[in-house]
């Protein structure tokens, strides 16, 4: 069995360890070399994983399937159900960012992992799900950019205006697209400003300024600015 890199790898045997309630200790841990064996002093229970020349996948090369240690230490509290791990086994539960609420995947946990795991860990391990599917916050701030660029290109006449402070933190990011000034002149004279309060991890504020022309087809321009 081969594995993308030795994260994977190492979140794969986490998951497994979870779902058996089995711990793990790290006897090796190079960058050709990964090998692990069960914390359990008398256990026989390893696994040696070695890389691939040439690239970062990993496979395991040797391990002992049965652990010996047998279940008298079995709890409800794994330590390596991690927000980490959490994040990684449901991610596939967020598609386009959006899944089940905090109090849904602690059930899940429960159910599937067959671990209690506090509230906060549920909820941080949410937001890691979510950020493996659709990047972070911060690579998101981080492109607005490039996105600009893209934007101006693929739609000519678009107008962008990104504005950081003197730290060079974001400050706010306004989009109109070329088509909607195009039509702008068309528009009735009434402009509807709009607003909501952004309540993810930087906040901020998003503003909306629309217009409507006499078949009631909307133009307007987006401004997110921080808080
Ligand atoms: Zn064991």
Redesign the pocket.
């Known amino acids: 069995m081969s594995f993308k890199n030795k994260q994977e790898l190492d979140i794969a045997l986490k998951i497994a360890c979870v779902k058996k309630d089995?711990?793990l200790k790290k006897v090796i841990n190079l960058c050709s070399v990964y090998c692990v064996?069960?914390?359990?002093l008398e256990?026989?229970?390893w696994l040696r994983a070695v890389k691939v020349e040439n690239s970062d996948r990993f496979y395991i090369k040797k391990y002992e399937k049965m652990?010996?240690?047998?279940s008298e230490h079995l709890t409800s509290h794994n330590p390596h159900a991690t927000t980490k791990v959490i994040g990684a086994y449901f991610k596939d539960r967020y598609p386009e960012g959006k899944g089940p609420s905090t109090k849904d995947l602690k059930n899940s946990i429960r159910i599937e992992l067959g671990c209690k795991v506090s509230y906060w860990k549920v909820w941080m391990g949410s937001e890691i799900a979510k950020s493996l599917v659709r990047g972070t916050h911060e690579h998101g701030y981080g492109v607005i950019d490039v996105y600009s660029h893209m934007l101006r290109t693929s739609n000519p006449g678009s107008k962008t205006a990104l504005k950081i402070d003197e730290n060079g933190r974001f400050k706010y990011f306004f989009v109109a697209y070329g088509a909607w000034i195009l039509g702008f002149a068309q528009m009735r004279k009434v402009i509807a400003v709009d607003g909501t309060f952004l309540r993810s991890k930087y906040g901020g504020v998003l503003l909306s300024a629309v217009a409507q022309d006499a078949e009631s087809y909307f133009s307007g321009g987006i401004l997110h600015s921080r808080l």
């Open positions: 089995f711990r064996k069960c914390e359990h256990c026989k229970w652990h010996t240690c047998g």
